[in-house]
């Protein structure tokens, strides 16, 4: 059960946009459709943005989408806003109703 | 509306025992499948253990074996039941809903307890 892989940061101008990249194996990400990624902003509770690879639930901008090839997944946010500055974590489901996070990523708005 | 509340963290030493619980509001936990979660001082987030509707839980391996997760349905309320605690265990721990719509997502968390395993 060995963390996703993430990169550390991200930073862009408001307005632009950003991808987040989540790296796993065969046995994790590359094996279901099962990706979810959330946003954590220190002291708060984490909040769904995608599930399923590439679904937003109900309240969720469509500025925020996902998508997966092979053993990576991604979440881009376009057009980059002031609260979206957060951490990001990916989530995978890895078999026998086990999950596995990533390692989280710094999204820093300039 | 949804709540969930966590309670039951503290200062415990290493080897002891705590039991933390997850008080639901705005829906049933027996509806659901409800996970722990948990965030170590400067590190990221770590699934720890999930029960289902059925009543069937798994656990990851970093706690298999001293964790115990648990709800009661009169109280709508989870459990983790802690045991052989160490100072890796320190961390801030979140229960968290199910989604509905997905086999495995997560739609509302608790602001999370804190558990501070002293070596």
């Known amino acids: 059960q060995s963390a996703l892989t993430q990169p550390r940061s991200v930073s862009g101008s408001p307005g632009q946009s950003v991808t987040i990249s989540c790296t796993g194996t065969n046995s994790d990400v590359g094996g279901y459709d099962y990706v979810s990624w959330y946003q954590h902003h220190p002291t708060k509770a984490p909040k769904l943005m995608i599930y399923d690879v590439d679904k937003r639930p109900s309240g969720v901008p469509d500025r925020f989408s996902g998508s997966k090839s092979g053993n990576t997944a991604s979440l881009t946010i376009s057009g980059l806003q002031a609260e979206d500055e957060a951490d990001y974590y990916c989530c995978s489901y890895a078999g026998t109703y086990t999950r596995v996070f990533g390692t989280g990523t710094k999204v820093t708005v300039l | 509306e949804v709540q969930l509340a966590e309670s039951g963290g503290g200062l415990i030493q290493s080897g002891g025992s705590l039991r933390l619980s997850c008080a639901a509001s705005?829906?049933?936990?027996?509806?659901?499948?409800m996970t722990w979660v948990r965030q170590a001082p400067g590190k990221g987030l770590e699934w720890v253990s999930i029960i289902y509707s059925a009543g069937d839980t798994y656990y990851a391996d970093s706690v298999k074996g001293r964790f115990t997760i648990s709800r009661d349905n009169s109280k709508n309320t989870v459990y983790l039941q802690m045991e052989s605690l160490r100072a890796e265990d320190t961390a801030v721990y979140h229960c968290?809903?199910?989604?509905?719509?997905?086999?495995?997502?997560?739609?509302?968390w608790g602001q999370g307890t804190v558990v501070t395993v002293s070596s």
């Open positions: 968290a809903r199910g989604y509905s719509y997905s086999h495995d997502a997560f739609d509302f």
């Open positions: 705005g829906f049933s936990v027996s509806a659901k499948y």
